[in-house]
């Protein structure tokens, strides 16, 4: 009985829609939509406009052995789109969902250049050797990629206001190189190296023991290094000092 009265209501409705005039009721219609949809867009603008970086490669190898390497086997869109994913693939590592979180950094640029070395990340730009890329033996473009993993890492990653030890910002950096499974052959194996902060492939794996430990331990370690630094932090994580957690790692490969 409901129905019945709800339909004779909207039968009414139309019958008035008519009245007011067809194309005036359409314009109207299609105004508001429009408005929606403006507001949809400027709310996701504002939202993106918050968050968004901005991506820049360059390559100024030019026509050296390296420089036309990097345009064959590499080249500028694969480059960035590798920037991209790498940032993704690093604020899951982090464990950042909110842009609060993260470090402020509205772009990043790479620059291919024939240099010393093989790599580095300063002022939200990053460095890569072109004569590295020509002299490489082997698969260049997951090397390359391995590279910007680790060095874009730097660009996101605390370092407790300058505190944080050189072996332990290296070791996470190639913390999440390993973990996004462009740990290249040559590494140590688990449980090598002499040092717990010794950086790099060394300390990487130390942190995939502590993370082992407590699952998301490096994010955590991460915020906390958001304005200083700690020995203390694995302690407060992991109910152990750094020492006694590298014993252990130690013995359980027998070292
Ligand atoms: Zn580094």
């Not at 955590?220 to 932090?233: H, I, P, Q, V």
Request: proline share 2%; with cysteine.
């Amino acid at each position: 009985m409901g129905l019945g009265k709800s339909v004779v209501i909207e039968k009414q409705r139309m019958n008035g829609d008519l009245r007011m005039g067809k194309k005036r009721k359409q314009h109207r219609a299609m105004a508001s939509r429009h408005i929606v949809l403006l507001s949809c867009f400027v709310f996701l603008a504002a939202q993106h406009g918050i968050q968004a970086v901005e991506y820049e490669v360059t390559n100024n190898a030019g026509s050296s052995a390296g420089g036309v390497r990097f345009t064959n086997e590499i080249g500028i869109p694969y480059s960035r789109q590798t920037l991209v994913s790498a940032t993704d693939f690093i604020w899951g590592v982090f464990q950042q969902n909110t842009p609060e979180e993260r470090k402020t950094v509205q772009k990043v640029s790479l620059i291919i250049e024939n240099m010393d070395g093989v790599a580095y990340a300063s002022n939200n730009e990053i460095h890569v050797n072109a004569n590295y890329i020509g002299s490489y033996s082997g698969d260049v473009k997951t090397e390359f990629t391995g590279v910007l993993y680790h060095e874009m890492t730097h660009i996101w990653q605390w370092n407790g206001n300058g505190q944080t030890p050189g072996g332990l910002i290296e070791g996470i950096a190639d913390y999440v190189r390993l973990k996004a499974n462009y740990a290249p052959s040559h590494w140590v194996q688990p449980g090598q190296g002499n040092r717990w902060d010794q950086g790099y492939d060394v300390t990487a794996r130390f942190l995939d023991y502590c993370n082992s430990l407590r699952n998301g331990f490096v994010a955590e370690l991460n915020k906390k290094m958001r304005s200083g630094y700690s020995a203390d932090f694995f302690v407060e994580l992991l109910g152990k000092t750094v020492d006694q957690l590298w014993t252990d790692y130690k013995a359980k490969y027998g070292n």
